[in-house]
């Protein structure tokens, strides 16, 4: 089983940023199209965006313009800057190819946003 490896989580006011990082396999990263997800307590896992492996990107509504996904092909990883951070954008956050397959969700990292 691989698992990706996400960090850069944590507790943050409203209006803060956080940056998250997710590590993958190069066999990953470098052919797939990479994704980042988040789970909040009692809902599914959903998407929040996309990022091809030349670096174009999409996004759901509720987090375009506050967010940004990035990628540094030299280590493997994908970011996410998370600007202007609002209570409803609490949940934990993974990464995963898309689409994602079950063996490579790792353990995400929680982001939790006070108002």
């Known amino acids: 089983q691989v698992q990706l490896v996400e960090s850069g989580g944590g507790l943050v006011q409203a209006g803060g940023s956080l940056r998250l990082s997710c590590a993958a396999p190069?066999?990953?990263?470098?052919?797939?199209?990479m994704g980042w997800f988040r789970q909040a307590p009692g809902k599914q896992r959903s998407m929040v965006g996309t990022?091809?492996?030349?670096?174009?990107?999409d996004y759901v509504n509720s987090v375009k313009g506050r967010f940004t996904i990035s990628r540094d092909n030299a280590k493997n990883t994908v970011y996410l800057q998370m600007d202007n951070l609002k209570p409803e954008d609490s949940a934990v956050y993974y990464c995963?190819?898309?689409?994602?397959?079950?063996?490579?969700w790792g353990q995400g990292t929680q982001v939790t946003v006070s108002s």
């Open positions: 995963n190819q898309v689409p994602a397959k079950s063996d490579y």
């Open positions: 190069g066999y990953i990263f470098r052919s797939n199209l």
């Open positions: 990022i091809t492996t030349s670096g174009d990107t």
